[in-house]
Antibody, heavy 121, light 107 residues
Framework: EVQLVESGGGLIQPGRSLRLSCAASGFTFDDFAMHWVRQAPGEGLEWVAGISWNAVPLRYADSVKGRFTISRDNAKNSLYLQMNRLTAADTAIYYC??????????????WGQGTLVSVSS | DIQMTQSPSSLSASVGDTVTITCRASQDIAINLIWYQQKPGKAPYLLISDASNLESGVPSRFSGSGSGTVFTFTISRLQPEDVATYYCQQYDVLPPIFGGGTKVSIK
């Protein structure tokens, strides 16, 4: 059974940094691209960033480009999201999501339970 | 970026009813369209890929159709466990874009 478990969320002040982690199990991690998708409270879904199986960053949403960095450690079956210069607009539940293909087809067949990031002074 | 417009934004129907949701893309996306179900407090769940391909284990009362710019998602014989928000998502062109969601409730 595929399991994706996010961690690292919390309350953080504007302008600060936070690193999210996603621990994967139940599948061959380095056979698939991985993504972060977020959902602001009461709002819809927004794709944030994706990374292919071999850790080549694919693309970032314009809203986070230059501030967020996606990375992965295939030896640890883990996905990461480094978030810098956070603003209130980044407040959301952040989901780790598994792609259906190693290079990224950009849709997601498994999701974690999410970790909440709240940016507020 | 491609715009994905879902309608209606919410609907209420009776158990056993047929429910239809429409998703419109701002440009031709062929059949590169996904439908997810998100139950309250849970992560999204993949229901349909390639506009009409039902994922393994998904009940057959769910179906999808369409191509190009207009897509339809249908729940036949609505069940209480179908209460959720349903999202379409295009993956034809980067970045992947989700529709605004349709919240389905039971009368």
């Amino acid at each position: 059974e595929v399991q994706l478990v996010e961690s690292g969320g919390g309350l953080i002040q504007p302008g600060r940094s936070l690193r999210l982690s996603c621990a994967a199990s139940g599948f061959t991690f380095d056979d698939f691209a991985m993504h972060w998708v977020r959902q602001a409270p009461g709002e819809g879904l927004e794709w944030v960033a994706g990374i292919s199986w071999n850790a080549v960053p694919l693309r970032y949403a314009d809203s986070v480009k230059g501030r967020f960095t996606i990375s992965r450690d295939n030896a640890k079956n883990s996905l990461y999201l480094q978030m810098n210069r956070l603003t209130a607009a980044d407040t959301a539940i952040y989901y780790c999501a598994k792609d259906v293909h190693l290079n990224g087809d950009y849709y997601f067949d498994s999701w974690g339970q999410g970790t909440l990031v709240s940016v507020s002074s | 970026d491609i715009q994905m417009t879902q309608s209606p934004s919410s609907l209420s129907a009776s158990v056993g009813d047929t429910v239809t949701i429409t998703c419109r893309a701002s440009q031709d996306i062929a059949i590169n369209l996904i439908w997810y179900q998100q139950k309250p407090g849970k992560a999204p769940y993949l229901l349909i890929s390639d506009a009409s391909n039902l994922e393994s284990g998904v009940p057959s009362r769910f179906s999808g159709s369409g191509s190009g710019t207009v897509f339809t998602f249908t729940i036949s014989r609505l069940q209480p466990e179908d209460v959720a928000t349903y999202y379409c998502q295009q993956y034809d062109v980067l970045p992947p874009i989700f529709g605004g969601g349709t919240k389905v409730s039971i009368k």
